[in-house]
């Protein structure tokens, strides 16, 4: 079932994970998508990814779309939530179990680390290592733990699998999936589902156009391509953002323990935000005139609009 509007050219999203409050990098990322949506005439919506539940906590969600309305960032549409689409990966799922794409897989990460250990090569990626493929052909008598996706370029083979792709900020990409990422986890061990599943199926069934966000997440891209592909959902235009960095030059994150938003001045959050995305002073004393500003603001420096390349 697809929610697309026919006639919607442009559907923009923020996709917060609700793990804490809002910090000013969010807020970045989710001002750069609203205004790119209100540039092109868009409709932008506001997805709750509470799938990681146990990182969720009670009232994060709440919170952060309490900080969103401060800084009058409202969605044209009631906001989803993951926690209610598990019928949806589900489904999913089961299209790529039965069409052979995804497959069981019974190692734990010791396995994992022992495998690739005696392969005398160590292939680490963000702190997780690049799966070596062991269940690929198989249990062996293992149990079920977790469900991949092949990141190879056919369903019962071995050869390799380059996505190429394009970003309107950092121009053309590309990453061979199979040897950088390797085969990715759809279904974890933890019985939750991989943000890289919830996601792909909800920008498909919300009919996102286009992805606005931070650069953190450009390099999760080809894994949602491929996923796009394989369940034959259209492929959204990416915009990825410049990252917020904190004192110390790291990316700001809840992790790191960037502070939640100062809402104090909630017209001085937005000006900041707009600042880190190279917005000029704009002359305005509230927050509607400001955002109509900004977006106008935008729209020029994104050439009237008229920058869009066609979807795919
Ligand atoms: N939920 C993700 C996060 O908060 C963002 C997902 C996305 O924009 O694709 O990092």
Redesign the pocket.
Known sequence: MRRLDARALYVGRF???PTGPLHEGSLVAALASWLDARAHGGRWLIRI?DVDRPRCPAGADAMVLSQLARVRLLPDEPPVWQSKREAAYRAALDRLQASGWAYPCGCSRKDIAEAIASRGRQRERHGELVYPGTCRHGLNGKPARAWRLRSTSTADGEGALRIAWRDRRLGEQSQDLTDEVGDFVLLRADGLWAYQLA?VVDDGWQGVTD?V?GED?ADNTPRQIRLQEMLGLPRPRYLHTPLVLGGNGEKLSKQNGARALDLGDPLAALRRAGARLGLPALEARTMPEWLASAAAAWSVRQGGGRDLPPLA
Do not use: I, W
Request: hydrophobic residues 50%.
């Open positions: 996709a917060p994970s990814e996601v992805v966000r997440l």
